[in-house]
């Protein structure tokens, strides 16, 4: 009888509900050891309705629910992006510089603009001599010590010694003329030029005794109606024996004096001079 209910269960449920035939013939079995009809078991398991999926398929997602962890949903982020700091949006407020401080800036960049020129060496008899005593000296004020006794010791030199720093000299003196050369070759006419400027800045406004820059590649600056006016005045030899400041008044007040047909030569060839200028200062542009 069992085996005529498991081949009907087993039509029934097919080949997915095998697993459930096991477990209906357990059921039968205890049935009909309590004498119980077995349609009741019967009935209920033809209500019964097998998963599509396979026992091993079940156990093998069962096994992977348990193993996986559950995924939190994503909440999203409250938190708050830190505000950019103002303080660093906001321009740094300039500081107010004040009338000395502002000098010094301008000083300081017209030191820059002027050039520094090449170390010299002594070019004097006296200063060869006081470089090479005072060479190893070491601290200023062993220097000043020295000082002291070195110009009665230069006075009772040798006629022989003299002339050793002479030559000295002489050499120092053409070294310094080549190194001071190639410096100013080195530099374009036009740094030459604004290093003059900012030289002359230095002399009038902070009182820095700088010299002008020679350089043969410099157009020769025009001359003046009144410059012109004034050799020519001076060559005549009227102002020989007077005083420059006397000299100065007496050609201002006569310059005045001049008339319109007086005073054109004058400017006419003052004129000329500044083309002249205006001319060799754009031929050195051309060049460099």
């Known amino acids: 009888m069992l085996s005529k209910v498991g081949t009907v269960a087993g039509r029934q449920l097919g080949v997915h509900g095998l697993v459930a035939l096991r477990g209906a013939g357990s059921l039968l079995r205890a049935r009909v050891a309590l004498k119980r009809p077995t349609v009741v078991a019967l009935s209920r398991y033809r209500s019964f309705q097998p998963s599509r999926r396979s026992f091993t398929e079940t156990k093998v997602s069962a096994a992977t629910d348990k193993l996986s962890p559950k995924k939190k ?71 000043i010590d020295n000082m ?40 374009t006419p036009e740094q030459i030029a604004a290093a003059n400027r900012a030289r002359n800045r230095l002399r009038r406004k902070f009182k820095i005794p700088l010299r002008t820059i020679k350089d043969d590649r410099q157009p020769r600056k025009p001359v003046g109606a009144f410059a012109l006016f004034a050799q020519s005045r001076w060559q005549s030899g009227e102002f020989a024996n007077q005083p420059i400041s006397t000299t100065t008044k007496l050609l201002g007040s006569q310059w005045k004096a001049l008339s319109d047909a007086e005073r054109r030569p004058f400017l006419e060839a003052a004129e000329a001079d500044r083309a002249r200028y205006q001319k060799e200062f754009n031929e050195s542009l051309s060049r460099n």
């Open 73 to 143: 949903s994503a909440k999203k982020s409250t938190t708050k992006k830190p505000a950019a700091n103002k303080a660093s949006t906001k321009k740094r407020a300039k500081k107010t510089l004040s009338d000395e401080e502002k000098q010094t800036l301008v000083r300081r960049e017209l030191k820059r603009t002027a050039l520094k020129e090449p170390k010299k060496l002594p070019d004097q008899p006296w200063l060869v001599y006081t470089s090479q005593k005072n060479k190893g000296a070491g601290s200023r004020d062993a220097v």
């Open 148 to 187: 002291r006794n070195l110009g009665s010791a230069y006075r009772a030199l040798s006629r022989d010694e003299l002339e050793r720093l002479q030559e000295t000299a002489r050499q120092n003196k053409e070294a310094n003329n080549a190194a001071y050369k190639e410096w100013v070759e080195n530099h």
